[in-house]
């Protein structure tokens, strides 16, 4: 039986496993099945808590549902810091490797900061060939790849199928980018909806998307931080960073991290 524990980010929600030990060896079909919402136990991915290799507090592993390994996951990140926190604490602060590099995370109840890794590839108004027509897009790695689509309407706004499209879009291959789409709603606040790659589908939402949609929007319109951001699942995040020329540094992501329930499960 492998004991788990279920947590979510403002409604993006995955499957906490505590790994210290090495014991834990999944494959992408396990993976799977631990996020299956019919089957397993739901969740748009599963969050492995190992030993550090360079010298941090701890490793986070960040599996999407579709059982590949992805780099980092904002909402991810700050569950895991809880998690952390809950089994292997307290702490009011730790540090944790990702493939994206090291995070820093700070807990104040259910509510926790996480520095995020410097983004990279900042590239606006991109014009991007979808079903015939030129769309402008925009672009930026918060960690894994995101573009950031400006809409007059976010609820008529076909987030599966025109998500789907430039998720798969040639200009991203083959790794693929994930689709996020944002409305501004006031000065300094914005919502957005989010089409994740390696899940495939619309989740409630996405850390890092809503930071690479935040950063985005300051760039566009020249707005500072912090900025809050609106998720599909009704939460709202906020965004801190500093503008350093073309670049942006000491980007910080708070928001809600809630314990769902724990329980035991016997793989397939």
Known sequence: MLSFTKMNGAGNDFVLLDNRSGRIRLNSDEIAFLCDRHRGVGGDGVLLLENPANGADFQMRYYNSDGGEAEMCGNGARCFARFASKVAGPFSEL????????????????????????????????????QGEELTVHLLNTGVPHVVVVVD?????????????????????????????MKAIAPGK???????????????????????????????????????????????????FVNAGQEFRDVALTGPADFAFEGAIELP
Do not use: M
């Not at 609820?155 to 789907?164: N, R």
């Open 95 to 130: 540090t944790f490797e990702t493939p994206a590099g090291i995070i820093r995370a700070k807990l104040d109840g259910e509510q926790v900061t996480v520095n995020l890794s410097s983004p990279q590839g900042l590239a606006l108004n991109r014009k991007l060939q979808i």
């Open 153 to 181: 309407d976010l609820d008529a706004t076909p987030v599966f199928e025109l998500g789907k499209t430039i998720r798969y879009h040639p200009e991203f291959r083959p790794k693929g980018t994930n689709a996020n789409f």
């Open 190 to 240: 914005i919502a957005i909806r989010t089409y994740e790659r390696g899940v495939e589908a619309e989740t409630l939402a996405c850390g890092t998307g809503v930071t690479a949609s935040a950063l985005i929007y300051s760039r566009l319109q020249s707005i500072d931080s912090p900025i809050g951001v609106q998720v599909r699942g009704g939460d709202w995040l906020e965004v801190a």
